[in-house]
C-alpha cells in the first residue's frame, strides 16, 4: 500500500512501515474515542489546526504531532506559528539598511522611515524584539 522510493534504506523501510502503522493505529483510537471521521479534510480549521498541533508538541507524542503534519501536508499548510512568539530581548538587535529602502533587523523585522533612518527617528530599540538596536558602522550616511 505505501509506495517507496527504490533504493531506500532497509532500515528507513522499516521506520517508514513502522511509523505509518503507528499513525494510523493512533489516528483509528481517537476517532473511536471521539467519534471523529474526516473532519480534517474540512478547509477551514487551519488556525484550530496549528494550536492543536502546537499542542501536542508540547504535550509530547510524536504520533499526534505526525498526525497534524498529514493533515497540513494535505491542505498544503505551513507548521509555522502565525504569531510567532517574541524572542526573548537580547543585548542587541542589528539592523541593516537594504538598497530598496528598508530596515532590516536581525530578528527579521522590516521598517521604513519616511525621513531619515532608526538615528534621525529616535528609534532606540527595535520594535519586534526589543533588543536595543545595533546600526551598522556606515550604513550610507546614517552613520552619525
Ligand atoms: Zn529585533
Known sequence: MIKLPDGLHPSTVEL???FTTALAEKLRSSEIKYG???GWKD???RG???ADF???IDKGDPRDVAAYCAFMWFHGWQTKRLNATAQPVS???KWSFDDDGY???ACGGSWVFNDGGPIENECNFCQKCGGKVVLPAAPGGQDD
Open 43 to 45: 478547509a477551514d480549521w
Open 54 to 56: 502546537n499542542h501536542h
Open 48 to 50: 484550530k489546526c496549528l
Open 36 to 38: 471523529w471521521s474526516d
Open 16 to 18: 517508514v512501515e513502522g
Open 91 to 93: 543585548e542587541g538587535c
Open 103 to 105: 530596515w532590516e533587523s
